[in-house]
């Protein structure tokens, strides 16, 4: 995948100015982006070819996991190509005219006001919750109250002409947000890369210590599991699924057979994988 070409068009959740708009710019450099209302509307976009991929948060470090995300990947449609990992630095914006000691209530998405949450303590203000980080610093600028203010990018603060009374004000200087790229067709790196991640869904069977047991077929293979998460999945929502990050590429000895004892102990047809792909440097500044 040539991630320089400009005809490329990335879709991603929010406006323009929201840090998936920012991450979106950092792993495609030169591309076009298509700001979507929602999650659904993203993965649709590119399932539909309106995109060519999608720009997928799915955790960060202050905040945990991206609500309701888990639950969209898996139908979607799509697959993983990539990961992408976007420092987020957030900045307290407002009106030209507005002033941090007049501030009183800030807005921001569910995450930004999650990773600001100790700013927004020590100075008393009121947190409102907005769909999106960029959406909020549009909406505040269309207003004349200089006591309202958002929590947002500088990139969102040149889009919409605010200013920034405060800059990085999140709580740890390691706020980092994990991103999936998801696209139509899946592009798994050679056998060769030894720093390839497979992420796999599955519903384990109802006998005693299933979980156990396809935890144990990584195990004795020797493959790492970087992340195991369980959420409820289903028609009915009444079963277990289970997403795992696991270091290594499908078409080694070791990934085949631990996937052998998977499906063993695992419901048919319910074990999936989403894709394989290069695992990302982690950003340290």
């Known amino acids: 995948m040539n991630k320089n070409k400009s005809n490329l ?3 991603f959740q929010g406006m323009p ?3 998936s708009n920012m991450a979106c710019e950092a792993y495609f450099p030169g591309a ?3 700001p979507c209302n929602s ?3 993203m993965l649709n976009a ?3 070819s309106l995109s060519d991929y999608s720009m997928v948060p799915v955790e960060n470090s202050l905040a945990g996991r991206v609500a309701d995300i888990h639950h969209l990947i898996p139908d979607s449609g799509l697959f993983i190509i990539g990961e992408h990992f976007q420092r987020v630095n957030h900045q307290l914006l407002g009106l030209q005219n507005s002033d941090l000691k007049d501030i009183k209530s800030v807005k921001s998405h569910a995450q930004g006001l999650a990773q600001c949450r100790k700013f927004i ?3 008393n203000l009121l947190p409102v919750q907005h769909i999106d980080t960029a959406g909020a610093a549009e909406e505040i600028s269309r207003t004349d109250d200089p006591t309202i203010a958002a929590i947002a990018s500088d990139m969102a603060s040149k889009i919409y002409n605010l200013k920034i009374l405060k800059s990085n004000i999140e709580d740890a ?3 980092t947000t994990r991103f999936l790229i998801m696209g139509r067709e899946p592009i798994m790196p050679s056998v060769d890369n030894t720093k390839s991640v497979t992420t796999i869904i599955f519903e384990v069977r109802s006998v005693p210590a299933a979980l156990y047991k396809v935890l144990g077929g990584f195990a004795t293979n020797g493959i790492n599991l970087t992340k195991l998460e369980s959420y409820i999945g289903g028609k009915e929502m009444n079963a277990a699924r289970f997403y795992v990050d696991a270091e290594g590429h499908p078409e080694t000895a070791s990934m085949q057979n ?4 998977m499906y063993f102990y695992t419901e048919p047809n319910s074990t999936k994988i989403l894709g394989t792909y290069p695992r990302a440097k982690k950003n340290k500044t």
């Open 17 to 19: 100015g929201a840090y």
């Open 32 to 34: 076009k982006t298509l």
């Open 121 to 123: 303590s020590d100075n």
């Open 173 to 175: 200087t390691h706020n």
């Open 39 to 41: 999650f659904e509307d």
């Open 9 to 11: 068009v990335i879709a």
């Open 258 to 261: 631990a996937l052998e004892e």
């Open 46 to 48: 590119t399932k539909k």
